[in-house]
Every structure is written in structure tokens, then in C-alpha cells.
């Protein structure tokens, strides 16, 4: 690898991570503002042109509010915590395909930061991982409520990790590479995995809300009964961390949302577009189509949050163990058939 | 037994069927119904900009009045202060003196007329009891402030400006 090489993949790293920071930002000015709509109200709009300023205004409260470490907390877990869930969530942009090969000049730039060839492991990875976060903050935070988010948060997590995992299967059945750019590939033009595998993109998207700990899976910050749940205990920037990693959890699982089943980058005649504006310009096109899907995903997320009151716990439980793995183990099960006997 | 306003409804509690246990034909529902609130008009009144119309016999700040003369019409009795279930009404009265007949309408007046804007409860039992006419609460809403000094209105804030002017 020469020296431009490298330089080139830091700029896509450094520019990567900042669009992900932004997007998560916007993302919570997004939320308000969309809770807003569907509410008949008109949300923030004081700060700037239309509110649009509203995000810097609260990440400036978050760093001037006052650090509280509570006196029978475990400072160095304490500060651990948020530092691990925000780490977690920036990690996982990694692997996701931003687009096809990029041309300029005759030099060729993947905008994908690295395509290992078990990319979807990878990102399984860093989704079980991102749990110790939480875990770690609940539990250093020596307080209750907390705990109880903490170990509501652990139980969700692992629980629907398996149908998860179980969804994905079935769909590497159907392409045959755990690589997620290769997978992108796959779905050229109109091919997208969701024709093929309608009920396992079902069954992701809701492991993928309870995951990211959206409503109708939130429970470890159920207001209700924990107070904050486990960052009760939590102010300042350290507060700010948590939720930030909760917005870049969601932008990102909507990344692999729209890679692994909504065909990415890919969109009908793309060939057409690609072969009219030339190898610099067409996968930019399939990078902004991609990102619309994204905020369509985004839009979604937030589209249900404002509509789906929360479970309880008992039926998070059963809709986990009882009818998202059944099905998917279905699913694994008639994908298998089909591949089988029919192609 | 027979109900007499046959109003009475039995309530059956039947078990959920496939569809309604799926979630999924509910959740579409709702989703429906809140993408039908997106595109509706706000009806949020943005305050300070906007009003919205009150009724006429809103009562909000307090407004001390003159008469025909433009003479103040409080005469200090403090029947206000005494009506006052706040307590928020305090007042000095002062007799007039040669020459300000054409400031004070009665003998004696309010030198120094107060109401805490934190006590008032705005329940307009300070207007019931005037027997001058000189109190009123119809003015607007009371503006913020920082401090709670500055929700003491005294005369200046509370008196009708003169008439002339």
C-alpha cells in the first residue's frame, strides 16, 4: 500500500466519522422536530433558521453543565461507560459499503473503509459489545434504578441478538458471503435482498429497534418505573455520550439495514446513470441514494417511536423467545427449501 | 336485574385473535393515523409573536384608574388589600394636599400602592371590592422577569397613563 493510498483511506475514515457524528447530531434535531409534526406542534424554532441551530445550543449545555461523579459510584466505570457505548456505536461504520468503486484520475477509491470478508460477524460484534456500555454505566453508577436499566438493557440486548443473528442466516443462505460489500454488489440495479427475503428483513428490523433500544423496546430507560433507567445517575457530557451513541446506533443500523436487505447504494438504472455522468460522479449518486435510504430508516425509527407505546417487560420477553425466533428458525427453514428444490 | 337507564353495556372480553396477537396490522394503524397528524396544520400559537384572542373578561394585569379629570380614583380605603385572598396588596395612603385636586380625585389617596405579581392569583376580587371603580384587571399578561424584586408593581406600572398625553 503506498503512502496516497493510506491517505486517502484516513480521509474516508476521518470523513466517515464525521458524517456519522453529524447525521447523529441532526438526528436528535430530527426527532424533536419530526415528534413535533406528529404531534400537531411546530418544535424547536428559536435557535437560527428554523431551529436549525438547536443541536450545537444543546451539545454547549451538555459540556458547561456541571460533572457530577456520585459519591458510592466507581469513578474509573463510571467514566468507562459512556465512553465504551459512544466508541461502540462509531466503530461499526467500519465495515458498511458507502458506495461502488469511485475513479478519479485513474485512481480507483473504495468508499468502503475495509471490506473484511466477515463483515456481518464484525458488526455483531461490535452490537454485542455495545451492551458493556451500558452494563458497565449502570452498574459503576451504584444506584438501583440503573442497575435495573443496566440488566433490562443486557437481557434485551442478548435475547434478540438471537433472532437477529438467526434473520441474518437466512439471508446468507440467500448470497452465499458474509462480506458486506460483496452483498451490496450482489444486489445490483432492482436485485435487493428484501424481494427475496421479506419475512427475515421483518424480523431485523424489530430486533434492530430493540437493539438500538427505540421504542417499543425501551425499556432500559423506561421513565416510568427507573426513572432515567441507567443513565439516571449520569449529567453533563458524560449524559450527552449515551444518548449521542443511541442516535450513531441508530444511523448506523439503518446503514446495514438498507446494505443488507434494501440493496445500498444500488438503485433501477443505475447502469444508465453511471454510464451518462462517468466513474467520478455516478457512485456519488448511488452514495446519496444510499444516504436517502438511510434517512428513510431514520425517519422510520422515529416515525414508530412517536406512534407504538412501549411493551411491558413480560411481553418483550415473549415476543422475543416465543415468536421472533420461531420465526426466523422458520424462515432459515423455507429459505432453505426453496433454495433447494427451486434454483 | 333490569337497567333503568339502558345505558348498561356488557363488556365481553374476548381473547385476541391471530391478526390482533401479530401486532403488526395494529402497529400499521397507528402508524397511519400519526402520518395523518404530519401533514396537519400546527396549532401551536407561537407566544410572544402571536396572541391568542382572550375573552372579554380575561383578567390579567391590574390597571389603576382616573376618572374624567384624569385624577387618580383610589382613595386608599384598602378593602382591595382586604379582599385579597393573596395577600398581595399593600398600600400607604397619604392625604392631598393644596393644589392636587386635579391629581387625586378624594382626600385621601394611595402614596404608595403595590401588588406582588407572585402572590396575585388573578381572581378579581380586588375589582368586586372597590367601591371607587379604580382597580381593574384588564390588562395583558404579566411579562417575565429574573428576579422577584421585579414582580412588585408599584404605581408606575399599575396607574393609567394621564389623560392628555
Redesign the interface.
Known sequence: MELADIAIKFGLIIIIFLISLVVAMYSTYAERK?A???????GPNRAGPFGILQPLADGAKMFMKEEIIPTNATPFLFIVGPSLAILTACIGSAVIPWGQNLVIGGRTIPLQVTDINVGILYIFGVVSLGVYGVMIGGWASNNKYSLLGAIRAASQNISYEISMGLSIIALLMVTGTLSLGEIAQQQHGWHWNVLYQPVGFLLFMICAFAETNRTPFDLPECETELVGGYHTEYSSMKLGFYLFAEYINMFISSAVMATLYWGGYNYPGMDWVTAHTGPAIGPLIGTAVFFAKIFLFIFFFM??R???PRFRYDQLMDLGWKVLIPLAIANIVVTGIVITFFS | MESLSNKKKQIVVKPLNFWERAYLPA?VQ??S???S????????I?YPEQKREFSENYRGLHSLKRDENGAERCTACGLCALSCPAEAITMTAAERQKGEEHLYREEKYAAVYEINMLRCIFCGLCEEACPKEAIYLDGDIIPSDYLRKDFIYGKDKLVEPPLNQ
Open positions: 419530526i413535533a409534526f406528529f404531534q400537531d406542534r411546530v416515525w414508530v412517536w406512534t407504538i | 402497529i397507528g402508524l393515523i400519526t402520518m397528524h404530519f401533514f396537519r396544520k400546527p396549532v401551536t407561537q
